[in-house]
């Protein structure tokens, strides 16, 4: 899929148009939004959790390279295979060379972002092989051929009627095209298919929400199980991850998976949390005869030089999205990069560049509510705000917006002279206003004023009111 | 070496290397904090079987509780019955197919992974803050076993019951034993909320758990 995004501004306004969107970003605002506040609401002791879940994701930060390589030399003596990836393309390569040596055809993958950021299914299906999502959100994604619209409920912008039409079409040997489908009868569709892609296929591909440097291994959090039927039927595992995942100690795993499944459903814990450590072991009936581990650098090496360090303490919970008033108006898709969202607009520039992703820092009214909610207390405006300075300096607004923002700087760093044009400006404001009798035809502001209208002007500016309520007192 | 080793270890190199160039230049490298809240000493505390009851039922399980091993037979009977349901119960363990064998029960040791309907496993511990079940693998217990079946029935030593999960931890660490390959914590059955956040068990694993404290 084309990743070009100078199109946030088009694609918002086409997104707050579909009404079908719209009812299912209710859903977001609501449902996740309250099942988060029920799930903290019991546990008294949450913010402090998140103190020290944001502590160790720091710490790891600033010991990355020591853990990464405990975890690697202890994946590698539980008989994993570690692999080490510069860039998107690197761990494309390393993957379809797994593939090729397996003589893989059939490949069923668990719920991975690293695999949609690497753009892993992309390249398997260009090289001729079988691909299934197994996720039920992703699978109808991928049946739709559209990316994830959010980072843990992929189809949340699809109605049940239309899921109902996608498998109306793919699934011909068993749908019935007479039948009023509900959501259970959908999803059993869906297990039903899927089990004989389980059954069947060469190579399972998941992801890992940690990797344990004291044991080397990954640990997995799910609700379906798919992830978990990847990794123990196939006889060769691919797991894709990146490099700020790892975590010390399974203790540490505990307290994370503590704020990750809270912040994220709203559930304490989640049906299936799993430890995977290595390959089948001997007499084992199940699991890989291989365990390949690929660890994707993907720029985080890099951001971790810069102000967007504290970025890399992100579990991928997908509060900051549900709690988003952008995201909750627009949806997942009008970001058009892999990750949306305030997580969103800083990964995908910091991953892809600042020029491809221009739109993405500005597409936030910097009110905070994101970081307010983070399981990791992430500083998210305060790098969002960095990275309008960098786009700032490096002159990549168009030349009104810098004429602006100078103009603004120039008044804002004279206070004497900003309260003189103030009080002019609101005079001459007043007078307008008077003059045509109606707020929403004021120039330079009327797309603002599109969707609101100006409050009646006070004829005073709040210098003024200030300085002659001091003189009164 | 082959030219994707020499690269992988290229890539390796680069990566840590360009780590660490950064936290040392940077001066970012920091000890440890110790964590504010470390797990309240609950060692000496009983469990509290009420409570892991209850979170079981939350989670959407079912559980029952039964006094000797004798009896697990007459309450998976029972459980059958009420499921109507007349396949075979798949079971490796050799000592649970022992324990079990001779009660009347339809059970085997040869499944196909293709048409697998009830599977019985037995947990290695539990959870009582989350009623969560520990499942190791092993020879005698395949992780499968714990995904594939419609109905998965679960059979726990309430001794093995602790109350966090940093509990099952220390226990694993002083098991001087090398992991099993996979540690499953499992709370409820399946259930995906994708389709318009309509919860829905059963979506690729067990649509039941039913859980048997001995």
């Known amino acids: ?473 | 070496m082959t030219d994707l080793m020499y690269l992988n270890s290229k890539q390796r190199t680069d990566i840590l290397g360009d780590i660490k160039l950064t936290l040392d230049d940077l001066g970012l490298r920091k000890e440890r904090k110790k964590n504010n809240l470390i797990d309240k000493n609950t060692a000496s505390k009983d469990i509290n079987i009420e409570k892991f009851k209850k979170c079981i039922i939350d989670a959407s399980a079912t559980i029952s509780i039964v006094n000797s091993p004798d009896n697990i037979s007459l309450e998976v009977k029972t459980f059958l019955h009420d499921k109507n349901i007349s396949s075979p119960i798949a079971i490796i363990d050799p000592q649970l197919f022992d324990e079990i064998d001779g009660h009347g029960l339809n059970i085997t040791n040869e499944y196909d992974r293709n048409d697998i309907t009830v599977s019985m496993t037995k947990a290695w511990m539990a959870i009582e803050e989350t009623g969560s079940l520990i499942m190791k693998s092993c020879p005698r217990n395949p992780t499968s076993l714990n995904f594939l079946p419609d109905y998965h029935i679960v059979i726990l030593d309430r001794n093995s019951i602790v109350h966090n999960m940093n509990q099952v931890w220390k226990e694993l660490r002083e098991s001087k034993k090398s992991l099993p390959r996979t540690i499953n914590i499992i709370t409820g059955p399946s259930r995906t909320a994708d389709i318009e956040h309509t919860i829905q068990l059963g979506a690729h694993g067990p649509r039941s758990l039913h859980v048997i404290v001995i």
């Not at chain 1, 039903?192 to 892609?197: C, D, F």
């Not at chain 1, 739109?359 to 990791?376: F, I, K, M």
């Open chain 1, 1 to 473: 899929m084309p990743n070009t995004n100078t199109e946030f501004k088009y694609k918002a306004r086409e997104a707050l148009k579909d009404e079908q969107l719209q009812q299912a970003l209710v859903g977001v605002k609501q449902g996740l939004v309250n099942n988060r506040l029920d799930a903290i609401k019991v546990v008294p002791e949450f913010e402090s959790f998140r103190n020290d879940a944001a502590a160790v994701k720091q710490h790891v930060l600033e010991n990355l390279d020591l853990y990464l390589e405990e975890f690697e030399e202890n994946a590698i003596s539980s008989g994993a295979i570690v692999h080490w990836a510069k860039t998107a393309e690197d761990a494309r390569q390393i993957i379809l060379d797994i593939c090729k040596q397996n003589n893989a055809k059939n490949i069923i993958k668990g719920k991975s972002m690293v695999s949609e950021e690497i753009r892993l299914n992309e390249a398997l299906k260009n090289n001729g092989l079988d691909v299934v999502e197994t996720d039920l959100g992703e699978y109808i994604v991928q049946l739709a051929d559209e990316p994830p619209s959010h980072i843990i409920m992929p189809c949340i912008h699809k109605t049940l009627s239309q899921i109902t039409q996608l498998f109306r079409k793919n699934h011909t040997d068993i749908h019935k095209a007479d039948k009023n489908y509900s959501v259970a009868d959908i999803v059993n569709e869906a297990r039903e298919v899927m089990r004989r892609k389980f059954l069947s296929a060469d190579i399972g591909i998941i992801g890992a929400n940690f990797l344990i440097a004291e044991t080397g291994s990954i640990v997995l959090v799910t609700n379906e199980g798919n992830g978990d039927l990847c990794s123990c039927l196939p006889k060769t595992q691919i797991i894709t991850t990146s490099i700020e995942k790892v975590l010390p100690t399974l203790d540490d795993a505990s307290l994370l998976l503590k704020v990750l499944a809270r912040s994220a459903t709203g559930q304490q814990i989640t049906s299936y949390n799993t430890l995977l450590t290595g390959p089948k072991q001997d007499n084992d009936k199940d699991g890989p005869e291989e365990m390949h581990i690929v660890l994707v650098d993907n720029g985080r090496s890099k951001m971790l030089k810069t102000e967007l360090r504290e970025m890399l303490r992100c579990i991928r919970c997908g509060a900051c999205l549900n709690h988003c008033p952008v995201y909750g108006s627009v949806g997942g898709h009008a970001y058009n990069s892999v990750y949306p969202g305030p997580m969103g607009s800083i990964l995908s520039p910091a991953i892809e560049g600042l020029e491809k992703y221009y739109d993405l820092p500005n597409a936030c009214t910097l009110n905070g509510r994101c970081e307010s909610v983070c399981p990791v207390k992430i500083p998210l405006t305060k790098i969002l705000r960095h990275l309008r300075n960098e786009q700032f300096k490096k002159r990549l607004n168009n030349k009104s917006t810098r004429f602006s923002l100078k103009l603004w700087s120039f008044f804002a760093t004279r206070p004497k002279l900003y309260h003189r044009f103030n009080s002019l400006f609101i005079n001459a404001l007043n007078i307008y206003i008077n003059i045509l009798n109606r707020c929403s035809a004021i120039p330079v502001f009327s797309s603002w004023l599109k969707s609101r209208d100006f409050a009646p002007s006070q004829q005073k500016t709040f210098q003024q009111i200030w300085q002659s309520r001091k003189e009164n007192d």
